[in-house]
């Protein structure tokens, strides 16, 4: 079930520092707090669905989004996980589009929506913040391309490796034998992230195990050996 709770202030929010809205002025902040929604949201809910049209952009404040596509057979192509910061929908909005992937609550979320009208006037408004977001969509179209290569010249093995140290490097928390991931991904999610079959994740993780690389603790994963994984991954290749 989605809630919609009484949010805290643009300019008085923890998590604006980490977003896109970073640097606006106090006039543009108090604008969008008078026009957003704050809503919670659950573990395995849909934020939005692929082929749909974009209302606005959604802000998060908390939790984990993943950002995939479904192929033809049903299996999910996860594009990334959001996070603390991160926007979702502006590409599509800005586009004037459909969207082009969907979105599910990984980690119970605390999410700003921030409607059309808005976010185009604070854009056309402040030029820094439109540089901001010219800046992020073209980091987004990098990534896409880096994605598209990985998969083509990069072993699964390689494309797992890097897809661990990405999750430490991001979600990563230490712990007592090694640094740990947390966030608890079945091994379909890994899969997605990877671009290869469930079975194929299972196995080369138990490799991983075996080789003093990673460990488990309970649902979630603990990287040991950071330097293999790199060299593993071909990260500084």
């Known amino acids: 079930m989605k809630t919609i709770e009484k949010s ?3 300019e008085l929010c923890m998590s604006r520092k980490f ?20 809503i919670t949201h659950k573990k395995g809910q849909i934020l939005f669905y692929e082929g749909t049209k974009p209302l606005g952009v959604f802000c998060i404040n908390d939790g984990v989004v993943k950002v995939y596509k479904t192929a033809s057979n049903g299996k999910e192509q996860i594009i990334r996980l959001a996070k603390k910061g991160d926007f979702l929908g502006y590409a599509s909005l800005l586009g004037e589009e459909s969207y082009s992937n969907s979105a599910t609550i990984v980690e119970d979320a605390k999410i700003c929506f921030v409607p059309r009208e808005s976010f185009l006037k604070v854009l056309a408004e402040d030029t820094e913040f439109h540089r901001r977001v010219t800046k992020a969509l073209c980091h987004d ?30 979600y990563g928390i230490d712990g007592n034998a090694g640094e740990k991931i947390d966030i608890v991904l079945t091994r379909e999610e890994i899969a997605g992230l990877v671009g290869t079959a469930t079975e194929t994740v299972i196995r080369l993780l138990s490799e991983f195990k075996k080789d003093e690389l990673i460990d488990f603790e309970g649902k979630k994963i603990l990287v040991l ?13």
């Open 225 to 237: 050996d950071k330097r293999g994984l790199a060299r593993l991954s071909d990260f500084y290749g």
């Open 8 to 10: 805290t202030p643009c």
């Open 141 to 170: 179209l990098g990534i896409m391309e880096d994605k598209l290569t990985d998969a083509t010249q990069k072993s699964i093995r390689e494309r797992l490796a890097f897809t661990l140290l990405k999750l430490s490097e991001t």
């Open 19 to 38: 977003s896109l809205f970073a640097n606006l002025s106090e006039p543009h902040l108090c604008h969008l707090s008078d026009h957003k929604n704050f």
